[in-house]
């Protein structure tokens, strides 16, 4: 009887594709979503200035992601140009987080049963509601696997461990300023257990913002990032209500 040599199964295929992405997704820094008390929260570990893993998608949806930059921003900019679409042919209102969740789903599927490599990537799909109850955190991971998050999610690096921080200190209708603490602190805490500390230039920052009549997505950064951080007590947040939004 003939044998046949370089046969592998479906199963160790597929086995072989998940660890591939897990270690891609595992060497990428974290990226917390959060809700707060006026909306939802993204804070990312990021030194680029110019490569942006926190996007706005639509005017109550964003983005955030982790793993191979290329990849991510391929489903970034796809899910812009089908909100667009949809909300254009339709009614802005028809634009919605879960259904393109759902696409990001469907695309990453494929992706990683079909093609040769699957996506080193990790994704959040964001939408802010009219409440705290309302609001939508969906993440979906390299398989296309999806999972509604209440509160927050966590991804890239060791995830497992900055959520069991998040965890501890999490507080549903927190204000900004602490939940842009805990989500740095949580951020900076190394496997064993020791706090670092991350500078405004190293962090990402960005908010859905419930106040805002309809592009609700703002960035955080320079002068009034530092404020929030130090905890001054002063509205820094009417002081760059109109600066515009990448």
Known sequence: MSMQFGYVSPEQIMKDRADYARKGISRSRSVIVMQYAGGILFVAENPSPSLHKISEIYDRIAFAAVGKYNEFENLRQAGVRLADLR???????DVSGRALANVYAQTLGTIFTQDPKAYEVEIVVAELGQDEASDEIFRIVYDGSVFSESGFAVMGGPAEQVTGYVREGFQHSASLEDSLRLAVQSL?????????????????????????PRRTFRRIRGAQLEALLSNENRDVTDTASDEPDD
């Open 188 to 212: 900076g805490r190394d496997e064993g257990g020791e706090s670092r500390q991350l500078s405004t230039s190293q962090l990402e920052v960005a908010v859905l913002e419930r106040r805002r």
């Open 87 to 93: 909300g254009y042919a339709f009614d802005r209102a």
